[in-house]
């Protein structure tokens, strides 16, 4: 089956002025203006959201994307910039105006200067003057709730070091307790075995394969993707031959998909977000045939993606902050608008709880929100600083008993949200700046997670005997306005 752009656009946008005709929340709290804690105002910020990931923080580019600084032929220009951004060449994905406008540009080529200056010392051009309607304005977010960190005697937090195998991006636990990774870093597929602490790493068949999404059938293969230049893949290992599978994707809708989340459909095929191809892939692990299914909103950037108990795919678009669903069997899409998009709340990680609502990270609220697919109501949580950023919030799990866990990157901690009491625990992370990109639950409730700055796992056990502590009173709901 291929499925066209465009199917259910019409139903996609029906489907979001309901959402927007629907009270929003349960609890409609005054907003509490804050002191802005991450000016939306600098390009260092705008470059961070839409370039860093490809370009690296410092210009100097990564495996995906190309050098901005140091060039051959001169400095990055604002007209070089311009270009780049509405006809990129290659395999660098276009941002409309609509996305990135040409004054957001500007502030943007002013800050690939200053990291030009810092790496050659060339001359710093004027700083652009930027209307303040060019720019989204802070949100009014209430203050991050001041959440005593859980007392150390009612958890326990281990870390393993991975050496050579290298940093990682996604996690799971296979069936057999043995947790697998993505080593984007050293391009390889990471095995830690928790019952004698022994880490293996295999190299991957695809040179600059960069492996990123990755999950765990229940028959213990490992399937990845491979969103490293010049091909997009889905791979599969199986630990047992140690022999891998790759199946190429096409070069369609857009020469570079970008595959990055996986999950699995109830057939246990890998179904995966294209972050830079605006839709969903599947693959039927049978024949290798590839299904493409599109969204409605270009430049969406779809990240988290999960399937629900109907066979219905849900991801969570980062640039575009909406959530989409996905009748796999007619390729149907259905957009439902963050009620707060405009402010920009940057959804990243998505899961289901037992009752069917989707729970999502708000990277850039430093937040965590839940939408009922029932109702089309959504309500959102500030999550604790931890004294650190109040932003940056990113991975998200559901355990058995319906509660959240989440990672927050600002606050370098492992955080439990329980929807019954509104209330938080933190559990502070030992090493600065571990940022778990990913996390899973093993069998016995351990609770494990990957750092993308060191190489390092990080297991999470709490103890039976009590709760972390917590402050209910102050983790009050965000009001999620239309």
């Not at 080593?183 to 394969?209: L, Q, S, Y």
Request: aromatic share 10%.
């Amino acid at each position: 089956m291929r499925v066209r752009r465009g199917i259910g656009s019409a139903l996609a946008a029906s489907a979001a002025a309901l959402l927007l005709a629907l009270p929003v929340c349960a609890q409609q709290p005054d907003p509490v203006s804050a002191s802005p804690e991450v000016d939306r105002t600098t390009g260092a910020y705008f470059y961070a959201r839409y370039c860093a990931a490809c370009h690296g923080r410092d210009g100097r580019g990564t495996l995906v994307g190309f050098p901005l600084v140091e060039r051959p032929s001169g400095p990055v220009t604002l007209e070089l910039l311009l270009e780049s951004l509405r006809t990129p060449l290659q395999l660098m994905p276009s941002f409309p105006r609509d996305v990135i406008n040409d004054d957001v540009a500007a502030l943007i080529a002013y800050h690939i200067a200053t990291l030009e200056h810092a790496a050659t010392g060339a001359a710093m051009p004027s700083p652009p003057e930027v209307p303040a309607t060019a720019l989204r304005a802070d949100p009014a977010l209430p203050p991050p709730p001041d959440v005593t960190p859980a007392d150390p005697r009612t958890y326990e937090i281990k870390e393993f070091d991975a050496g050579s195998c290298g940093v990682g991006h996604d996690l799971a636990v296979a069936p057999d307790g043995r947790v697998w990774y993505a080593g984007i870093e050293r391009n390889t597929i990471v095995m830690f075995d928790p019952r004698g602490e022994r880490f293996r790493c295999w190299p991957v068949p695809t040179r600059n394969g960069q492996p990123q999404g990755l999950r765990v059938d229940r028959d213990g293969l490992v399937w990845f993707t491979l969103p490293g230049l010049p091909d997009n893949k889905i791979a599969m290992f199986d630990p047992r031959t140690e022999l891998f599978s790759e199946f190429m994707l096409p070069h369609r809708p857009r020469p570079f998909v970008y595959p990055h989340t996986l999950a699995f459909s109830a057939e246990r095929d890998p179904v995966f977000s294209l972050a830079y191809g605006d839709g969903a892939g599947r693959i039927d692990r049978k024949t290798g045939h590839f299904d493409f299914f599109p969204v409605p909103t270009y430049r969406a950037y779809p990240d988290g993606i999960e399937v629900a108990r109907n066979g219905h795919i849900w991801m969570a678009e980062f640039i575009a902050n909406k959530l989409v669903e996905i009748d796999p069997r007619t390729g149907k899409a259905f957009e439902y608008p963050h009620p707060r998009a405009s402010e920009d709340p940057g959804l990243r990680g998505i899961a289901f709880d037992s009752r069917g609502n989707v729970w999502l990270s708000e990277h850039e609220f430093g937040s965590i929100s839940m939408f009922d697919p029932r109702t089309r109501r959504w309500r959102g949580w500030r999550a604790p600083a931890n004294g650190g950023k109040a932003y940056g919030t990113y991975a998200v799990n559901v355990d058995r008993r319906d509660a959240i866990w989440f990672s927050h990157f600002g606050g370098n901690y492992i955080g439990r949200f329980d929807p019954r009491t509104d209330a938080f625990s933190v559990y502070p992370l030992p090493t600065p700046d571990t940022n778990c990109r990913s996390m899973d639950f093993a069998r016995d409730g351990a609770l494990w997670c990957v750092s993308s700055r060191m190489p390092k796992l990080v297991r999470l056990t709490v103890k039976p005997a009590g709760p972390a502590t917590y402050s209910p009173t102050l983790s009050a709901p965000i009001p999620h306005q239309p």
